[in-house]
């Protein structure tokens, strides 16, 4: 295959594939929905979407340049275009196969950048740590002034039982994959040490990394930029921002 026709297939193939999926959501749609769809658009102030839409973009920029921050104690140097796109496809991976945003991410940038999946997952990881703390400090803030309605939604959507299994399973998988790496001495175990050892690296690079400040910037700025999203597109009050954000980061988190 010629390289103009390999270049061609890696952007049109991408593309046909959004435009099917797009298809595909829509045609599942009753004439009800359809109808409703049709209405909500014909509605819709687009220059607050367009406005609502340019922060997220903005949002993604600035998560572009803190994940490289923590790649940089790796000694790897990826191109900001590239990190963006790896997020970009990340979300877009989540829509419809949730949870597989991250580990999109990590392939995209092993095959763009060299940066070996273990190692570029584990910045990952540390990432949504990050995020998971900040999270827990909107979650403090609404739960303080709409307490009702989260404990409501936590309620119906993210069971007891649900959250004492997933604990009760991360803990026995733990377990069997210490006790693995210790005794095994199969090629397999070679390569899970391989890798384990890559993921810590990759989760340790936010405790080596120079521009700390830099980094509690950034993080600070996509979150707000993902509260002025949400304040543009909805033009609600603060408390009601705050709900919907919490509970959107809740869904992402729990789907």
Not at 100 to 113: A, C, T
Not at 180 to 190: A, D, E, G, Q
Not at 233 to 239: D, E
Request: with cysteine; glycine share 6%; charged share 15%.
């Amino acid at each position: 295959m010629s390289q103009p026709l390999k270049k061609f297939l890696k952007i049109v193939l991408p593309l046909g594939l959004g435009v099917f999926l797009i298809w595909y959501i829509y045609s599942s749609f009753t004439p009800e929905q359809l109808a409703e769809t049709r209405a909500q658009f014909s509605k819709a102030n687009y220059g607050f979407v367009a406005l609502s839409a340019f922060l997220i973009i903005l949002s993604h920029i600035s998560r572009s340049h803190r994940w490289s921050f923590m790649l940089e104690p790796l000694r790897y140097y990826p191109k900001l275009a590239n990190n963006f796109m790896a997020i970009s496809v990340g979300y877009l991976m989540n829509i419809f196969i949730p949870k597989s945003g991250e580990i999109s991410r990590g392939i995209i940038l092993d095959k763009y950048e060299n940066v070996p999946f273990e190692k570029g997952f584990g910045t990952i990881i540390s990432e949504r740590v990050i995020d998971l703390i900040f999270l827990l400090g909107i979650t403090s803030i609404a739960l303080l002034l709409k307490f009702d309605l989260l404990a409501e939604y936590i309620s119906k959507s993210i069971p007891k039982s649900t959250i004492y299994a997933a604990i009760i399973g991360v803990a026995v998988l733990g377990i069997v994959i210490l006790l693995f790496l210790k005794f095994s001495k199969s090629k397999t175990n070679i390569k899970l040490k391989t890798f384990v050892m890559g993921l810590k690296d990759g989760m340790l690079s936010i405790v080596k990394m120079k521009k700390k400040w830099a980094f509690i910037f950034h993080t600070c700025l996509i979150w707000i930029l993902y509260l002025l999203s949400f304040f543009v597109i909805a033009r609600l009050s603060y408390n009601s921002i705050i709900t919907i954000v919490t509970i959107t980061m809740l869904q992402s988190f729990f789907p």
